[in-house]
């Protein structure tokens, strides 16, 4: 079963392959439409998430984002207020 983990949490995606591909992409497109009651911007980074696990390129950049996400959060809690 394929897992996505982002900083210290792990969470387990089902399904095949194609299926997640499928889900990953319909969040994000939902989530382009955010201004709509129940679709919103939360299934953005859902949908990039699963997308993550299949995908390379997609894989890359949620890595990317998260050491510069780490790394921000480290620099504030030694004092340092710049980014």
Same mark, same amino acid.
């Not at 995606?13 to 201004?35: H, Q």
């Given at each position: 079963m394929a897992a996505v983990r982002f900083g210290d949490k792990r969470v387990? $995606?089902? %399904?095949?392959? +194609?299926?997640? +591909?499928? $889900? %990953?992409?319909?969040? $994000?497109? #939902? %989530?382009? +439409? #955010?201004?709509?009651? $129940?679709? #919103?911007?939360?299934?953005?980074?859902?949908g990039v998430l699963v997308l993550s696990v299949d995908l390379h390129p997609v894989r890359r950049a949620r890595r990317r984002f998260e050491v510069w996400w780490g790394r921000r959060r480290r620099g504030r809690k030694n004092g340092n207020g710049s980014s």
């Open positions: 387990k $995606v089902p %399904g095949p392959p +194609i299926l997640r +591909i499928v $889900v %990953g992409m319909l969040l $994000v497109a #939902g %989530g382009t +439409i #955010g201004f709509l009651p $129940v679709l #919103g911007f939360w299934m953005l980074p859902l």
